[in-house]
């Protein structure tokens, strides 16, 4: 890929760059993809940016005469995926390597701004050989970039987010220890609107909180297996006063444990992750917290379980089977006040899916199909029973995709 310097980026950068060193020293690589992406569902789903980002299908909603409004098959295409990205080098900082990255897409912010130019990633780093750290926006730390799935984004199965951070990545030899302190920017959790009391999504929960989400990683990277461990404590303030207006500091805290791994053997690869915690709503995941009475300023957190696991062969013909598992645990306490869930989903008990697909490789061009089955168990919430969830129905959707990306 063509290398080219950094001055003809972006007229402020170039300014600054001009002013604290020779931009002789920096070089950007331009890198990215063009996607197109096709698929058809056998019903209407909950889901992201018209159906790019699936969760789950729909529930029933039954129309005066007893129909289900969405058993409703759908057609869908867009290149919104469509990503550029750059990474900078640069001259030695206080005796380490520094490098830059960003990296964006045409996702849009919302339904209402798809094609909108966004940034996924923005970071710099210093990497002193065994110790870094990195500034900026970046996966997760519990998503890892070792152990991803190879189509598609696995939601609501996995640790999904990218997140304003800064991390500290020290290694002794085979074992890397990571630790990270995290805020929220683009993935944000629920929490009560100040005026209504609604359950909305906002980033000012753990900003009034004053005190970032911490989360550490252990890993182990053998010739053809890797493998880790880790761990998040958060911390968010859901109101700065009561509804009768006297000031409040009552916070939830929740934690999240989590185990990945990834086995390669020649063409053939194994990986798979567990995630069990609190509070889940900001990774894309099943669940949140609730106030355990009306008009509480006291609050309980949910528990959910995740497990996921993907096999694959061949190349540059590879066959994939992706299979995944969640699991909704109800909460620590019982909920007589509102509930604060992803996407304010309070009827959610599982959900599972099973997507094989078939990838073909040829250069800088690589053409996907896939058939996802995806399962969601919706029953009644009870919030006498700490929240669990019974009568529960099952409802499935079928998609099958084709998906076809140019590298650059």
Known sequence: MKKILVMLVFAFSTNTIAQTTDKKDINLEFKGFVRTDAFFDSRNTISLREGAILLMPANKSLDISGGDIYDRSSLTAFAFHTRLAGSLSGPEVFGAKSSAYFEGEFFGNSDSDIHGFRLRHGFTTLDWGTTSILFGQFWHPL?????????????????????????????FSDVSLIIALITQRDFLSMGPDPITGKSYRSASFIRNAGIPTIDAVLQFKLSNLFIGFGGEYKILLPRLKDLTGKKTDEKINSFTL???????????????????????????????????????????????????????????????????????????????????????????????????????????????????????????????????????????????????????
Do not use: C, H
């Not at 991803?148 to 800064?166: D, E, L, Y």
């Not at 309980?300 to 299979?323: A, D, H, Q, R």
């Not at 061009?365 to 019974?390: C, M, P, Q, W």
């Open 143 to 171: 998503f890892s970039t070792n152990v991803i799935p190879s189509f598609n984004f696995a939601v609501p199965f996995i640790p999904f987010s990218r997140n304003p951070q800064i991390k500290f990545t020290q290694k």
């Open 258 to 408: 989590t185990a990945f791994g990834k086995l390669n053997l020649d063409d053939f690869f194994f990986q798979s992750q567990f995630v069990y915690g609190q509070n889940l709503a900001d990774i894309t995941m099943l669940g949140g917290y609730a106030a355990k009475a009306l008009d509480s300023t006291s609050y309980t957190n949910s528990n959910t379980m995740s497990v996921w696991g993907e096999i694959g062969y061949g190349k540059p013909l590879s066959f994939n089977l992706f299979v995944g598992y969640t699991k909704y645990l109800g909460t620590d306490d019982n909920v007589t006040g509102d509930y604060f869930y992803m996407g304010n989903l309070t009827n959610v008990d599982y959900v599972y899916r099973i997507a094989p697909n078939v990838q073909y490789t040829s250069g800088s061009y690589k053409i996907v199909a896939e058939v996802d089955y995806t399962t969601a168990g919706f029953g009644l919430l009870n919030k006498n029973n700490k929240s669990e969830i019974s009568d529960v129905k099952a409802i499935s959707n079928v998609r099958v995709a084709l998906a076809t990306i140019f590298y650059f």
